[in-house]
């Protein structure tokens, strides 16, 4: 068993709604990463947290370290928010990886 | 001004032979990562190196071994190359602190196939 879970797996949203891809994790941590990864290959760091909530334009994560989960919220999506977002958590130096979630948002 | 830069972007190369990938970052920090992305685009750390010191090392064959010449430069050799071998090999960097690696930055990929 994968010490990260993702889900859901696969995602097709319409342009403009709200969406929520979670991850959930079995190992205590020192912090959580959201990954994304565009379709041509390259991949850019979207947060890193240790607790409570963060916010970067329309993307919003939280963490609830008790329950040992995240979520990552996309508002208002766009079709240029296609990509294959991934959950990585940290315990020191140690990185677990979801598997990802390939969002899709149709025009 | 690329933060995080590969060399090559593609390689395609015989099983058997021996290859270097190149990264470096001018981003000051002192971490760096090599990363595979398998078929199935499941990403797996394979090593980390904290100013020029081995901090990670991952269940990876003794075929590969990576090389730090300086804090800005990880380099990653893979010797008698084998077909599984054939991935996306990702390089990134980060500033220590604390427990926690901040952000990382992630090099282009570097797409190997080995026929």
């Known amino acids: 068993k994968n010490e990260v879970e993702q889900s859901p797996q696969n995602l097709t949203a319409q342009e403009g709604e709200f969406i929520t891809i979670n991850c959930s994790y079995s190992?205590?941590?020192?912090?959580l990463h959201w990954l994304q990864q565009h379709p041509g290959g390259g991949i850019v760091s979207l947060f890193m947290?240790?607790?409570g909530k963060k916010k970067h334009g329309r993307l919003i994560a939280t963490i609830n370290i008790q329950e040992k989960h995240s979520s990552l919220h996309i508002t208002a999506s766009h079709p240029r928010d296609s990509a294959v977002y991934i959950c990585?958590?940290?315990?020191?130096?140690?990185?677990?990886f979801g598997t990802g979630t390939s969002l899709t948002v149709i025009p | 001004d690329t933060a995080v830069s590969q060399t090559p972007k593609y390689l395609v190369t015989q099983m058997g032979n021996d290859k270097s990938i190149k990264c470096e970052q001018n981003?000051?920090?002192?971490?760096m990562y090599w990363y595979k992305q398998d078929s199935k685009k499941f990403l797996k750390i394979m090593f980390s190196?904290?100013?020029?010191?081995?901090?990670i090392n991952e269940t990876v064959p003794n075929r590969f071994s990576p090389k730090s010449p300086d804090k800005a430069h990880l380099n990653l050799h893979i010797n008698s190359l084998e077909l599984g071998d054939s991935a996306v090999y990702f390089c990134?960097?980060?500033?220590?602190?604390?427990?926690?690696?901040?952000?990382?930055?992630f090099g282009p990929g570097t797409r190997l196939l080995v026929l």
């Open positions: 190196y904290n100013n020029k010191e081995l901090i």
């Open positions: 990585a958590v940290q315990r020191t130096r140690q990185f677990y």
């Open positions: 990134a960097s980060s500033q220590a602190s604390g427990l926690a690696q901040e952000t990382q930055y």
């Open positions: 947290l240790s607790s």
């Open positions: 981003l000051g920090h002192d971490t």
């Open positions: 190992v205590g941590i020192s912090a």
